[in-house]
């Protein structure tokens, strides 16, 4: 079986047909140097920021020795580009159809740290299989995602068993350097990485289901409307300022977006 390393996709290799092929067939696809190593730099020193103010995790799931980034898009900057980036909006499309964003979260797997417990995103959701594809998750390496920094460790293949695994099963690193991204779908088993150096591993994910689902985070309570106001039109309807047609999400019988510039902050 070829390796992780072996199985990545170039940036100029990478579009949505490769990227969906190896997502159904792996469940998984990364892309290395989606980022280059100047906006890297520049996305850790902003998210640095941030995390200073961010507590450490509260349980198992979380990590007590990891700090999450929540309300993401209230709080930086640095991925409204990547958020919606045409290969990023391309996959959704072709995977998902009509998306929104989830759960954009920033994750600083601290030293120390233990695995997460592996789990499938798409399991919070009270559907039994055979189901659509419900979740897709982009993780965004800032930092040389490592076996031994705690880079994602991932299941190949497990978007396709039904039910949960009956044993421990068999998990691969995502390794990739700082600068790529893994696609993943929510079907997939994977879980946060043991760290075991004297480092933090910092990655973005930026997880997104379907339009019509109930997503992880509430972003019109998370990202207040001033900040909304001023991201661009595909951001907005990512962050629930859309219709998944004809009316979900509507308010009072009219668009959402009317509220952001007629209602105040
Ligand atoms: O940090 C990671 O590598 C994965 C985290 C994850 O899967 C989660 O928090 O749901």
Redesign the pocket.
Known sequence: MTSVAQRRLTRSEADVDRVTERLERDGFAIVEGFLSQEEVAAKRADLRRVLEEVPAGRNE??GFDTRRIYAFFAKTRSFDAEAIDPLVLGVLERTLGPAQLSAP?G?S?GPGESA?PL?R?DGIYPLSDPKPELVVNT?WALDDFTEAN???RVVPGSHRWSGPPDTEPETVAAVMPAGSVMFFLGSLL????ANTTDRARL?V?LHYCAAWLRPQENHVLGVPRRVVRDLPEPLQELLGYGVYGPFVGNVDGRHPRKYLTTEPS
């Open positions: 799931f979380e979260v994750i797997i997460q789990h995103d993780m705690g880079a994602t994977h879980g946060g990485g990655g994910i």
